[in-house]
C-alpha cells in the first residue's frame, strides 16, 4: 500500500519533471528581489492552480505570498516554496529549485492527499533573503492549522543533514560631528571611524565565539564625501551578538570609543529570526549539535 501510494507521487513527479524544471529556470532567468516576487510567485502559484489547487494570493498583506490548497484530510502538511532572489547575483541561493521543488511536492501530494488523508498547502513564501517573509506569514496566522511544513534548500554538496541556525538582523547607528576634513578636521568626530573600531573588535572577538556562533555583517552609510567628517555612519549587523545569552557568561562592550556615540541597535525585531543553512563544501555535513539563536538585541 506504502509502495503504492510513492509510486503515485513518483509518478506525478515525473510526469510534471520537464514543467518544473521550466518553472525553476524561468525563475533563474527572471530573479527578484525580496518582496517583489511578481513573476515568481504567480507562475509558482499557476502551476498549483491548473493542477486544481484552491489558491489565494496576497495572504498576510504581502502580494507576493500565496497559499494554494488541496485535499481535505485532517493531517495538514505545509510545503514552502521560496521565491525571491539576492541583490546583484540573482538565484545564488537557488531559490528557483526551492519554489519549483516546492511545487512539484505539492503535486505528489496532492495526488495521493484522499489515500493519505492530509491536506497539502503549497506557501509560496516571499522575502527570504532580505525580510524573513515566513516570519511574517506566521505572525499573520498563516501557518494556523498546519501540523507540520517543510521544504528543500539546495547546497553543493548532498546531505541528509542540514544544520540550521538562527540570526538576528540588527542596524547599528554612530553619531560623530560634521566638519571639513582638510580645513578643520580637528573639530570632527569621525562616525566612520567607530564602524572601523567596531570591526576591528568583531574580528578581534571571532577567536573566541563559540563554535556555531557568526558574526556578518557590512557598511551601510559610511559618509558623503571624502572631504566631509562624517557625522553619521551605520553598519548592518555591526558588533556581534553573542551566543545564547542563557548559557553564556561572555559579554561584549559595544561602545567603541568614548568621542561617537553607538545608538542602541534598530533590529528587524527579536522575533525576526530565520533559520540559514550551512554547508561544508567537500565535506560531509558535521553531525547534528545544538544550535541556538543568536541573542536578541
Ligand atoms: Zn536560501
Known amino acids: 500500500m506504502t509502495m503504492t501510494i510513492k509510486q503515485a507521487a513518483r509518478s506525478e513527479v515525473e510526469g510534471a ?3 518544473l524544471v521550466d518553472l525553476s529556470h524561468r525563475i533563474w532567468d527572471h530573479p527578484e528581489l525580496a518582496f517583489e516576487e511578481e513573476r515568481a510567485s504567480a507562475w509558482s502559484a499557476e502551476a498549483l492552480a491548473d493542477a486544481g ?3 489565494e494570493t496576497g495572504v498576510a498583506d504581502l502580494p507576493t505570498a500565496f497559499v494554494a490548497e488541496a485535499g481535505s484530510g485532517p493531517l495538514v502538511i505545509g ?54 517573509g515566513k516570519i511574517l506569514m506566521v505572525e499573520q496566522g498563516v501557518f494556523d492549522g498546519i501540523h507540520l511544513a517543510m521544504m528543500v534548500h539546495p547546497a553543493p554538496v548532498e546531505g541528509d543533514a542540514f544544520p540550521t541556525l538562527a540570526i538576528s538582523q540588527c542596524d547599528f547607528h554612530y553619531h560623530g560631528k560634521t ?3 582638510s580645513l578643520a578636521p580637528n573639530l570632527g568626530i569621525n562616525a566612520a571611524d567607530a564602524i572601523t573600531v567596531a570591526q576591528v573588535g568583531v574580528g578581534l572577538l571571532r577567536q573566541h565565539l563559540e563554535v556555531g556562533d557568526q558574526v556578518h555583517g557590512i ?9 566631509i ?28 570609543n568614548s568621542t561617537t556615540t553607538t545608538r542602541s541597535p534598530t533590529c528587524t525585531g527579536p522575533t525576526r529570526r530565520r ?16 544550535t541556538w539563536p543568536i541573542s536578541a538585541c
Open 275 to 290: 533559520s540559514v543553512g550551512r554547508w561544508a563544501p567537500g565535506r560531509r555535513p558535521r553531525p547534528h549539535r545544538p
Open 219 to 227: 557598511v551601510t552609510r559610511g559618509g558623503e564625501a571624502a572631504n
Open 17 to 19: 519533471a520537464d514543467a
Open 53 to 55: 489547487f484552491s489558491v
Open 179 to 181: 566638519a571639513h576634513a
Open 229 to 256: 567628517v562624517p557625522s553619521s555612519a551605520a553598519s548592518k549587523p555591526g558588533p556581534p551578538q553573542p551566543g545564547p545569552a542563557s548559557t553564556s557568561s561572555r559579554s561584549v562592550r559595544r561602545t567603541p
Open 79 to 132: 510545503i514552502c516554496a521560496e521565491l525571491d532572489a539576492l541583490p546583484g547575483i540573482g538565484h545564488a541561493c537557488g531559490h528557483n529549485m526551492i519554489a519549483a521543488a516546492g511545487v512539484g511536492a505539492g503535486l505528489a501530494l496532492a495526488r495521493v492527499a484522499d489515500d493519505l488523508g492530509i491536506t497539502v498547502r503549497v506557501l509560496g513564501t516571499p522575502a527570504e533573503e532580505l525580510g524573513g
